[in-house]
């Protein structure tokens, strides 16, 4: 499955999930935009992928932002070309109880994970339409699938990104472009390292015995990228180790 020719994004991509999915993608032959707040993360996956032979830039800056988000579009087209791979993948977590939900709290968490990729498409998907290809691969959660206790903004955010990847996909399905959407299960990171969770108790308790790496994720999206998907639009494709059965 080469993505050879292709200019692709992913957002959040100086750590964890996105960093691995921009790996992978640039292994397969693709371009990749590493976009990221964290300029130091932005750096290394960028430097990584060039070392390991592949082509890639780091782009610093708040994709949940839209002056941000114009800027950062501007500089990969200009340096990469037209996008036609987008993975929305950059997002924040909380764990707190519903009644202490503050709302910019709230705001805050439908900011980054829903507004973000409302943004970051509206931005890019204008390249798909005039070159009549483009994949979109939204990363959602397996808790938006099953519901989450004292996460309730985080949930819904992701419910939101469910429904926006549908929406999508049937207004572009004649257009030659896919929306899909990757739900992780429960994927060790960087951001679930930082949260309250015993990774390893956690894991433990796992169907297949162990967390999901970043990789396992980045493998589904790679594929849902791939030229070979082309007939596979408005998808949940569930990536969490049999933890939830659909
Ligand atoms: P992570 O380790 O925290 O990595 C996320 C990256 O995104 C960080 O580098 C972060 O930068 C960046 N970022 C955050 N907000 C941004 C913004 N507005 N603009 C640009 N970059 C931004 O998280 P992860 O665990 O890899 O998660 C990646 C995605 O998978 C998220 O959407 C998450 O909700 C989803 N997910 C993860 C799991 C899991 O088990 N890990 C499960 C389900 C869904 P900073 O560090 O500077 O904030």
């Not at 951001?191 to 015995?209: F, N, Q, S, T, Y």
């Amino acid at each position: 499955m080469s993505l050879q020719g292709k200019v692709a994004v992913v957002t959040g991509a100086g750590r964890g999930i996105g960093q691995a999915i921009a790996t992978v993608l640039a292994a397969r032959g693709a371009s990749v935009a590493v976009w990221d707040l964290n300029h130091e993360g932005a750096e290394k996956t960028a430097a990584a992928i060039q070392e390991a032979g592949g082509t890639a830039i780091a782009v610093v800056g708040d994709a949940a932002a839209a002056a941000g988000v114009a800027e950062a579009a501007a500089r990969t087209r200009a340096e990469l070309g037209r996008v036609s791979i987008l993975v929305n993948n950059a997002g924040i977590t909380a764990y707190q109880p519903f009644t202490s939900i503050s709302e910019d709290a709230w705001d805050r968490m439908i900011g980054v994970n829903l507004k973000g990729p409302f943004l970051v498409t509206k931005e890019l998907v204008p390249d798909m339409l005039e070159a009549g290809w483009g994949r979109i691969v939204n990363i959602s959660s397996s808790s938006a699938q099953t519901g989450a206790p004292s996460m309730a903004h985080y949930a819904s955010s992701k419910g939101g990104v469910i429904s926006l990847t549908r929406a999508l996909a049937i207004e572009y399905a004649d257009q030659g472009i896919t929306v899909n959407h990757v739900p992780p299960g429960f994927i060790d990171t960087p951001l679930v390292r930082e949260g309250p969770i015993d990774v390893e108790a956690a894991a433990a308790h796992m169907p297949m015995k162990r967390a999901g790496s970043p990789e396992d994720v980045a493998y589904a999206v790679a594929y849902l990228a791939s030229e070979e998907a082309g007939y596979v639009t408005g998808q949940t494709f569930s990536v969490n180790g049999g933890r939830h059965l659909v």
